[in-house]
């Protein structure tokens, strides 16, 4: 058996999320289901970053193992049965112990936000026309390199052995016309950026202070957080793995 990584990129909107449910068509469930028809054969795919429902991702990953030789012609194939929405970037053959979840060293995400109503970002942008201070929206993003535990920002009933993650970048930045929130770290919780996003928003339109977006951090209680960011902003845009990965 060979192990390959399939990168992939799509955009959320119609979709359960990225994994595969029990009910609701997911980006796992299509893709098994393309792979499937046109290779004839049944596929087991493991994801590496798992998506909410209506979240999008510029790049993410599933690995899986196959008897079969595949080449760039697959690709052209899947994309051929794949819908619109959905795109089969490349096919890498990689090592029989290579995991796509477990290997990757970082993932980074964006949150778009835009202020004035426009048709073409409904899907991808969450629209926010309030009046919001970037100073204090850039020292709430700063604080944040700060902390290691993220409990506060994780949603209930998340089973993880470890509300810890090692933050790498967390920036306010404005690009053509929108306001993006980048962030990257070794790993995320569930509900942690859009959770970030909307707490931040509230110390920007000075609901709360920052020394009350510091003691929400430091509560560790998700109740003091908003998770009130929609899922339309939120895009995963890499994820990392060690330089000599795939040679």
Same mark, same amino acid.
């Given at each position: 058996m060979q192990r390959y990584f399939l990168e992939l990129s799509y955009k959320g909107t119609a979709y359960s999320g990225f994994q595969i449910q029990q009910t609701g068509v997911t980006i796992q469930s299509e893709v098994t289901d393309a792979l499937s028809t046109i290779c004839r054969t049944a596929f087991q795919l493991t994801g590496s970053s798992r998506t909410d429902a209506g979240v999008h991702a510029e790049q993410n990953y599933f690995h899986f193992d196959t008897d079969l030789? %595949?080449?760039? +012609?697959?690709?052209? !194939? %899947? !994309?051929?049965?794949l819908p619109s929405d959905i795109a089969v970037k490349q096919i890498r053959r990689v090592g029989p112990t290579a995991h796509c979840r477990f290997d990757a060293i970082s993932r980074s995400y964006r949150y778009q936000i835009y202020r004035y109503k426009d048709p073409f970002l409904t899907d991808t942008a969450w629209l926010y026309p309030f009046t919001i201070d970037r100073a204090l929206l850039d020292q709430a993003a700063a604080i944040l390199m700060r902390y290691t535990?993220?409990?506060?920002?994780? +949603?209930? *009933?998340?089973?993880v052995k470890t509300f810890n993650c090692s933050l790498e970048l967390s920036q306010w930045?404005?690009?053509?016309? %929108? %306001?993006l929130y980048e962030v990257r770290s070794n790993r995320f919780l569930r509900g942690m950026i859009r959770g970030l996003v909307a707490t931040m928003l509230r110390v920007a339109r000075g609901s709360i202070s920052i020394n009350d977006f510091r *003691? &929400? &951090?430091?509560? +560790?209680d998700c109740a003091g957080a908003d998770f009130s960011a929609p899922a339309q902003g939120l895009c995963l845009t890499n994820v990392a793995f060690p330089a000599s990965f795939f040679l």
């Open positions: 030789e %595949l080449t760039d +012609k697959h690709v052209y !194939n %899947l !994309n051929a049965v535990d993220f409990t506060s920002f994780s +949603k209930r *009933n998340t089973q930045v404005e690009r053509d016309g %929108l %306001l *003691n &929400i &951090i430091e509560s +560790k």
